[in-house]
């Protein structure tokens, strides 16, 4: 295993289970994450997020206050893109977005993932508000973030690469490319399919 994959995976690790763990605990139900629940090299497994796909948790798009789930879109093409809002490449990301659905509308459903554990929805709908970002714009659950590298491995959260996921009508998914990709690019993907 490279050895930076292995080192950014430990402090992934460390970020995400130091907010989950309790200073005392009272039975071993309480505990979020037990010994077994982490496995190397490919992040944090919760026991409780195997139950439900991720495509089926409830997400809040800060913009409306209203939530939804990937699966109430069955039948139309959905980019899913993990950024951080202090992120420059992923700005250049979302204007590319941007472009993409004043050129085709709502023949794809947009979703801005923020995977960064230390930012919140008011963080996320400043910047959505700032740039006159108007599709839907939410905040990872950890459960969800742990789902989505389960599936597709670390790049799904790591900002900097521009990770887009397609989900197609179907709701099968693959994740593109790293690196920012233009309108033209994107309507290609959308086109290809799963």
Sequence with gaps: ???????????????????????????????????????????????????????????????????????????????????????????????????LKQEIKDAVVLVSLDTDPNEDEAKVLGHANRYVYDWLFTVSPVEYTQQLIKEFGLTVVSAPSSPIILVCENQSARLLKSGIKNTDTLKSEIALGC
């Design 1 to 99: 295993m490279n050895k930076s994959i292995l080192i950014f995976s430990l402090l992934l690790v460390i970020i995400l289970v130091g907010g989950c763990l309790k200073q005392e605990t009272k039975s071993t139900s309480e505990v979020p994450f037990q010994s077994d629940n982490l496995r190397i090299g490919q992040g944090i497994r919760n026991i409780d997020s195997d139950k439900t796909n991720w495509k089926d948790i409830e997400l809040k798009d800060v913009i409306t206050g209203n939530k939804f789930k990937i699966s109430d879109f069955k039948g139309k093409p959905i980019l899913l893109e993990s950024f951080a809002v202090w992120c420059p490449k992923c700005k250049q990301q979302q204007d590319m977005l941007k472009e």
